[in-house]
């Protein structure tokens, strides 16, 4: 038996376990030049809220009836293409079926001996692509400032910390809670954590961590502790804007200050992205991520849950932020 | 006699003709290594609003009881400096008084015999390297984009425009009457113009203007005639943020959509600024600015207010929008 799981229909504000329906099919027979691949870990992401909407977003919507999509490792249970054979290990923007037949486009081949296979959809994925391709080309971080990120410690996050850490930087992170908080310190390296769900008023809360001053501010959360934030940004400031949480579940028009007299006064850029604008730089990201994760400049942490049947309520928990870096799903 | 105007008070909102005071001082005595200047035209722009309040800006604020200062075209009227002779025409940013002395700091000789004087205040001074400058290094135009400018009959929009078609651009005008909208079609050939006062659903019109969407927005007003065009931006556009003249006189914090989300969407990047952050290119600018003046490229208008007493009042007249291009003042 093959599970499968389709978008049932399309979430209203949060999404819910009624926003998906599981349905099975017969396990395909590859055909030639196809091969038939076998999921063991899916990634569960925030921006795949974005594509649940009817709307005009960086990526088509997903279809309602049809399976969702997203980064998933897969093994070759059968093959008949010419470039991978049965037992290699690859990762490829998949649907969310145990088993499925590709033609090989998009897919990648990963080593289990290099690291471990989940780390290929987080660290050396297009989350840690994400992080030092965001963070390098947009952030352009220098010895000395102060960069701070929100959704500190989720599987962007907790990367471009570290590599602010490399460049030089005092590296602020905030996140939502204690243990967060200290994960961030004392595994992550990073000078400062802000719990944002115990400070009443977070734009002080910066102020005193950031006693310079913000010139890099790399946004995975918007609302208003990206206000609290943009309130302390020095002159000339570089403003990434990699993810909006907070507002992927808004149903009406999320309104807020108008940035334009900031950007103004402060000279400063604010820049949306998303990985595939720097597509042709990932060999090179990839082999530098891959290099400070050998030399153990680069750590990691992922939050697994076991089970097929368990993917829809793990994307569901990234919105409470119940992960600690990666959240992967291990079929 | 000297004439002085002096900042009163700090204007609530909009400046009032009560916000100055006009006194008198006598003509000072250029000490040795001095120059004494006599004011001939004087610049009022926008931003100097933001300067009469007592709050952090990209420049210092005015004090009270002191001259307000500005872009000012000066002759030199008796010289102790060696580079200065008397007869001298120069640039400068000066007090608004009739006769003060300068140590020769800052100041650029002009040559009225290349460009009327009034000119080095308008195309070739500030505002044209302000427009070349903003849409050069943040635009960042090319052949075939669609540029939509707003404040497009103000002194920086109409040059903006102007250069974006030299660029081989689609340029579309956002203004405030239907002349000022006329004025951009005939004179500086923009290929649309819209008269914001009249559209009562403004991100319709901006969409009907610009087929292929908006690839380059050249911001000089903000607030709803920049949600407007925001609508209506296409992936990976450039948003330099010049001016937000419809927001200078708010005294509350003003409110409006939240930008993150359409920047990511949208891979977009909206980038403050002002001048002196391209000080380096002044040269090269202003050498471009000189040859397409005199090739014929480029036009402007002026308009022109006789009488030192009228400075305030055609700085008030600013924001409601009175001028054509340059508002300058004429001794």
């Not at 005009?56 to 969702?68: H, L, R």
């Not at 490399?166 to 310190?185: F, N």
């Amino acid at each position: 038996m093959n599970k499968v799981i389709l978008l049932k229909k399309r979430p209203a504000g949060k999404p819910t376990l009624a926003d998906f329906e599981f349905t099975s099919a017969a396990i395909p027979v590859p055909p030639s030049g196809h091969v038939l691949l076998k999921a063991l870990y899916v990634s569960v992401d925030p921006y795949l809220r974005g594509r649940m909407n009817d709307a005009k977003s960086y990526v088509p919507s997903f279809q309602v009836g049809q399976p969702i999509q997203s980064g998933i490792i897969a093994q070759v249970a059968d093959s008949k293409h010419a470039t991978f054979k049965k037992g290699d290990f690859v990762s490829g923007n998949l649907q969310w079926m145990q088993y499925q037949v590709s033609d090989g486009k998009g897919l990648i081949k990963v080593d289990d001996k290099v690291s471990p296979l989940s780390s290929y959809l987080g660290v050396l994925g297009m989350t840690g692509l994400t992080a030092y391709l965001g963070l390098t080309e947009i952030g352009i971080p220098k010895p000395g400032e102060t960069l701070v990120v929100s959704g500190a410690a989720g599987a962007v996050g907790s990367v471009v910390g570290q590599i602010g850490k490399i460049y030089g930087c005092t590296v602020v992170g905030i996140t939502g809670s204690d243990e967060k908080a200290e994960l961030l310190k004392s595994k992550f390296k990073f000078d400062h954590a802000i719990n944002y769900k115990t400070k009443h008023d977070l734009k002080s809360a910066v102020r005193s961590a950031c006693p310079n001053g913000v010139d890099i501010y790399f946004d995975n959360v918007g609302g208003e502790i990206s206000d609290a934030v943009l309130a302390n940004i020095n002159k000339h400031a570089r403003l990434p804007v990699c993810g909006a949480i907070s507002m992927y579940n808004e149903t009406k028009m999320p309104m807020g200050p108008r940035l334009q007299p900031l950007l103004l006064t402060k000279s400063a850029t604010m820049t949306g992205f998303i990985v595939s604008d720097f597509s042709t730089k990932f060999p090179e990201a990839f082999n530098q991520l891959a290099l400070w994760l050998k030399e153990g400049k680069l750590d990691y942490v992922e939050t697994i849950v076991e089970g097929f049947e368990n993917i829809p309520q793990a994307f569901i928990d990234l919105f409470d932020g119940k992960n600690q870096g990666k959240m992967i799903v291990k079929i």
